[in-house]
């Protein structure tokens, strides 16, 4: 089932609204949900740095007869680090260099030849620090009342800018580097050893489907990390199995733009965005750009 979601506080819509100038941005629609919700203050997680890992990933089959044009990815992250160990960085966190893969198929993931890719500069939050009354008093208490040794958040991909249109069925990867792993291994220690892709581990996915529930692609550089120890490569970004039930915890948004004056009606313009993403404020503004593209 579809469902929108909103990717601003709504002080943020408030705010735009009192200005009167600034253009409304639009909600997407959801077409790929595996991040639990609701989520826990820290999630089951890969870790890149401790387990050789330079991507991970996942084959997903977007919901039936929903927009396709590229909106935001969300991804469910955890980290590990504590702020005490890099106290020159800032208290807000460390920022880290992350990519967001999309390839067409099983073959082009293996040559690492992705139909887009986008890199952005995200702030790692440290995670919080140790509570002496939890257990071995190094996990952190939650308001929950239970001790976590990671701490789980998100961060998004804005893939607006690359007018892309999703295919209905393709394989993502998250991919960054670390002390010795990645692409391109940093080569020195850092808090990214600690910085994990958040999993879920409560199948099915909420939205859309999970091609292989029991498989994840992933780019091992140990043979011994794979399932198969190896035997269908190692340090490509492939297909593993075994995984069941956790699967990474990733949303993909997209939005759709209106082609004929005829789909703007029946309300479907609320669902609907100009080419620069600025939603329409009603039927006629939307019949409106069709017609004269503005
Ligand atoms: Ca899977």
């Not at 789980?152 to 209905?168: G, H, K, M, Q, V």
């Amino acid at each position: 089932m579809k469902k929108s979601v909103s990717m601003f506080p709504s002080f943020m819509f408030a705010g735009v609204l009192l200005l009167g100038a600034a253009p409304v941005l639009a909600q997407g629609t959801v077409v790929y949900d595996s991040i639990p919700s609701p989520t826990a203050p820290n999630v089951p997680s890969q870790g890149f740095q401790c387990c050789a890992t330079a991507e991970i990933g996942d084959e997903v089959r977007l919901e039936a007869d929903t927009p396709r044009r590229t909106g935001f990815t969300t991804v469910l992250m955890s980290s590990w680090s504590l702020h005490s160990n890099y106290t020159d960085m800032p208290p807000a966190g460390y920022t880290h260099p992350i990519t967001l893969n999309i390839y067409l198929d099983a073959a082009s993931a293996l040559a690492n030849t992705p139909a887009r890719a986008v890199t952005q500069n995200f702030v790692i939050p440290w995670r919080p620090v140790a509570d002496p009354t939890c257990p071995g008093g190094t996990a952190w208490r939650a308001a929950d009342a239970n001790c976590y040794n990671g701490f789980a958040f998100t961060i998004a991909f804005d893939l607006r800018s690359l007018n892309y249109d999703l295919p209905e069925q393709f394989i993502y990867g998250i991919a960054y580097n670390t002390t010795t792993w990645g692409y391109a291994p940093i080569g020195a220690p850092g808090p990214y050893e600690s910085l994990n892709v958040g999993l879920n581990r409560t199948p099915p996915v909420a939205v859309g489907t999970d091609v292989y529930p029991d498989g994840v692609y992933v780019n091992y550089q140990h043979a011994a990390f794979y399932a198969d120890g190896g035997a269908g490569g190692v340090g490509t970004f492939r297909l593993d199995t075994g995984w069941a039930p956790f699967t990474p915890a990733v949303q993909f948004t997209t939005f759709a733009l209106p082609t004929t004056t005829a789909s703007c009606k029946n309300g479907a313009w609320q669902n609907l965005v100009r080419s620069d993403f600025t939603s329409f404020k009603n039927q006629g503004a939307c019949v409106s750009y069709v017609q004269t593209g503005k």
